[in-house]
């Protein structure tokens, strides 16, 4: 086997970026094209020569560029991967050559460009100084979230045909719009349920129609949102003509044995209270530990400036914005109007990707220094609980995962939870304590 040099001249582009430059003398391109040449003898079928017979020349006329295509992927997929061995390039993208064209008697150039793993020292990520805000769960959250349950459990009940309509109420309406004294046939709507206050339709709409009782018409005067569709009514004026045909008032089911009913899990009142506790307890734990960790991330990050390759923030922004898909088409949206949300927000998805590849690789060098591992039993049973909440055999879910090199990347996930663990261990904790409507509140603000 033939020894080749591997001289390079490397450049540093950016923290995150090399450029491996390499001058590849003739005396070895020709070796290449030689070779490159043999092999395509004895495919070679020209008229008047037998196969593996063909002269040299010959076959340069007729597949010269088939041979230098194959001596030039030789020369720089040898050279390169020589050069990355020998100098321990932690390359994570796939090269991007620049190379000049093979001449007779002439040096061959050229360049690859890659992206390399950063090199993070890890550095006083012990004693991070964050808060711990912990929630105040009382009797009146409880009552308040079963007050929240028996709304969903409510029927609309005819009001009765004379009282008037107040907030709150359902209305069954008729309605015809009329726009500069031209009647719009294509908004003319029969028996549309609207709820008084519920703010899904026209500004101005909705309370225009208190105090209306059943059989009762009105004109209702609105203006058209500037965003309106179709935009020809952006910004107009319309006419509402409303006829009421019913009016529903939600009836609110008591808190009582009969509405415990609607449970399998509970017997009485009391173990639905207990429930009910239990879950605001959890939701407000569970906040508490991701904001912690939020924090723990954030103290983490001020402290160590560094750039990540473009290549793994693009694979994780590809990896939201999947996810994202998934959930609006789990909740109703069309597919292809999904794909389309997702590629027009591309880019607001490109900070937290950024945010998540800095986090993940800090986490693991973390975890390199501090010894923090996950053995086979570990990702076995993480497997196995993943199968269970698939519904699928293990084996089957442990193929899936073979092929797509899931196994490691579960392992990944282990450490990268468990040097979480370790830095809230080690984090200087202040301990706050808040009221739940702090939480409520947030939440609000957030949807």
């Not at 990944?412 to 409520?440: C, R």
Request: glycine share 4%; charged share 35%; with cysteine.
């Amino acid at each position: 086997m033939e020894e080749y040099s591997a001289d390079v001249t490397i450049e540093e582009l950016s923290p995150v970026k090399r450029k491996l430059s390499f001058d590849v003398p003739w005396t070895e391109v020709k070796r290449e094209l030689d070779s490159a040449y043999r092999q395509v003898g004895k495919k070679a079928r020209i008229k008047g020569f037998r196969p593996g017979k063909v002269p040299r020349k010959v076959l340069e006329v007729h597949y010269r560029e088939d041979a230098e295509n194959e001596a030039v992927i030789k020369l720089i997929t040898r050279r390169f991967v020589e050069a990355v061995e020998k100098n321990n390039i932690p390359v994570v993208s796939q090269p991007k050559i620049d190379n000049k064209v093979l001449e007779p008697d002439s040096n061959f150039c050229f360049s690859a460009t890659v992206e390399i793993r950063p090199d993070v020292e890890p550095r006083d990520y012990t004693g991070l100084p964050v808060t711990r805000v912990e929630y105040e769960v009382t009797d009146r959250d409880v009552e308040n979230r079963l007050d929240k349950l028996r709304e969903m459990y409510a029927l609309l009940e005819p009001a009765g045909a004379d009282r008037v309509t107040v907030d709150g109420d359902y209305l069954v309406i008729d309605f015809e719009v009329t726009v500069d004294e031209l009647l719009r046939e294509e908004l003319t709507t029969k028996n549309y349920t609207i709820q008084i206050g519920g703010g899904s339709f026209l500004p101005g709409f909705e309370e225009q129609l208190k105090g209306l009782k059943k059989g009762e018409e009105k004109i209702v005067n609105v203006t058209f949102p500037e965003t309106y569709e179709p935009s020809d009514l952006a910004g107009r004026q319309g006419l509402f003509r409303v006829t009421v045909n019913d009016v529903l008032e939600k009836r609110i089911p008591p808190l009582d044995d009969e509405f415990v009913k609607n449970f399998d899990a509970f017997e009485t009142v009391d173990n639905l209270r207990e429930a009910a506790r239990k879950s605001i307890v959890d939701e407000a734990t569970a906040k508490t530990e991701r904001d912690l960790r939020k924090s723990i991330i954030s103290s983490l990050l001020e402290k160590h400036e560094f750039e990540v390759p473009s290549v793994w923030v693009e694979h994780q922004t590809f990896n939201l914005m999947a996810d994202a898909e998934r959930r609006m088409v789990s909740n109703g949206l069309k597919r292809e109007r999904a794909m389309q949300t997702v590629l027009d927000m591309q880019e607001n998805f490109r900070p937290h990707a950024e945010l998540m590849v800095k986090t993940s690789l800090l986490l693991a060098r973390i975890a390199e220094k501090e010894s923090i591992t996950a053995d086979d039993s570990e990702v076995e049973e993480r497997i196995g609980n993943l199968a269970r909440l698939q519904g699928r055999p293990v084996e089957e879910v442990l193929e899936t995962m073979r092929q797509n090199e899931g196994i490691e990347q579960l392992r990944d996930e282990i450490i990268e939870g468990k040097a979480m663990a370790f830095l809230v261990e080690k984090a200087t904790v202040t301990v706050e304590k808040n009221p739940l409507s702090d939480l409520e509140t947030e939440s609000k603000e957030n949807a």
